[in-house]
């Protein structure tokens, strides 16, 4: 159940406007298809299941659910046919697996990147919206995060988002194809997946908490992260298509605005699933991990009029709904 109601927001605006969400069985897609789908789009989803399944998409009314690889050159033009805006969120998305397999994550997140532009080029698509990352700011220590500051990419997976951005930018000022990368920062939700070894921080909390196991915190637990309710990076790719005026590989974070500690975030995790007995254990920190991290939010709401619209405790709420009632 959405906390937003989209219609409201967006009245007829993608009724019946077909739209392709690469990445649509994943996480972050799966929410973007949700929405869509509720405002009478013709959504199609192209996603290999590599890391999404079609259980995040199935009760949704698609137009189209393509199971395959951005890096399918053909299917990916077919999967466009007839889309006025292309929502691009597939990717490989863990940064230490990035490490480990750095050939594997520059294919299908920059040369699936390239690919998906192409595709828009050739089939005249409207508008293409990409899923950027804040790991671009890389290790810089200085807060809030602002646009304006130079890319740092520790890692080839954050190097494969800039490589998007980079790419999103030469695609607007070349072929005059409209673009804008929307860093999103630490997006949390409903369909996260908890069952990897890269979990992402909140599902991997959940996961202990609902075994009955202590979640455990790398290092002293007062980093921060600006964690982003998914409803929240939905609402920045809406306003972006909907944007009255060309964008041209824009880059604008997606976020919060509110910085929380990860010891705080345990404490509210267990308290809300009914486990205050359940203390983080402390393990030692993790190499290259940022101390803290919030986003400037001035150019995003300037250039597209956002606004978070679900705040980080309502948004914690029906996370930790969703995972004690879907299970882990
Ligand atoms: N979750 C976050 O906090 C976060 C932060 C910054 C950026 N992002 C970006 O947002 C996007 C969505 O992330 P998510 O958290 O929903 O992850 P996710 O893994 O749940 O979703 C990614 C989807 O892409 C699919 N995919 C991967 N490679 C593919 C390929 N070659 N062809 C077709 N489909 C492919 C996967 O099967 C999966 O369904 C990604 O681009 C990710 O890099 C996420």
């Known amino acids: 159940m959405a906390l937003v109601d989209w219609s409201k927001r967006y009245g007829l605006f993608f009724h019946r406007v077909r739209v392709l969400v690469t990445g649509g069985a994943g996480f972050i897609g799966s929410h973007l298809v949700e929405a869509l789908a509720g ?5 199609v989803v192209l996603d290999d299941l590599s890391g999404g399944s079609r259980s995040n998409v199935e009760s949704f009314p698609l137009a189209d659910l393509r199971i395959g690889s951005i890096l399918d050159v ?38 699936g990147t390239l690919n998906v532009l192409e595709a828009a080029r050739e089939t005249g698509v409207r508008r293409v919206m990409f899923a950027a990352s804040s790991s ?11 646009e304006s500051m130079p890319p740092l990419p520790a890692s080839p ?17 070349s072929y005059n194809l409209d673009t804008v990368s929307l860093r999103y920062f630490n997006i ?7 069952n990897s070894a890269y979990a992402a921080v909140i599902a991997a909390f959940a996961k202990a908490l609902l075994s009955g196991q202590r979640p455990t915190i790398y290092g002293d637990g007062e980093q921060s992260r600006d964690f982003t309710f998914v ?19 824009e880059v604008l974070n997606v976020a919060c605005g509110q910085r929380i500690t990860v010891n705080e975030l345990a404490m509210k995790m267990a308290q809300s699933l009914g486990r205050p007995d359940l203390t983080p254990a402390h393990a030692a920190d993790r190499a290259g991990d940022v101390k803290h ?28 709904n969703w995972y004690r009632t879907a299970g882990v």
């Open 39 to 43: 405002l009478g789009a013709g959504v």
């Open 74 to 111: 053909e299917l990916l033009r077919r999967a466009m046919r007839d889309c006025r805006y292309v929502f691009h969120q597939a990717a490989l998305g863990s940064v230490p697996r990035s490490v480990e397999q750095p050939r594997a994550y520059h294919q299908a997140n920059a040369t």
């Open 136 to 146: 671009a700011y890389g290790n810089s220590e200085q807060l809030p995060k602002i």
């Open 157 to 173: 997976y954050a190097a494969n988002k800039v490589a998007g951005e980079a790419l999103m930018r030469a695609y607007a000022n």
């Open 188 to 194: 949390f939700g409903p369909r996260q997946n908890a």
């Open 231 to 249: 409803e929240n990076a939905v609402h920045a790719n809406l306003l972006a298509a909907r944007h009255e005026t060309p964008l041209q590989g």
């Open 293 to 320: 991290s919030l986003a400037d939010l001035s150019l995003i709401n300037q250039t597209l009029g956002y606004q978070p619209i679900v705040p980080f405790g309502d948004g914690l709420d029906q996370t930790m």
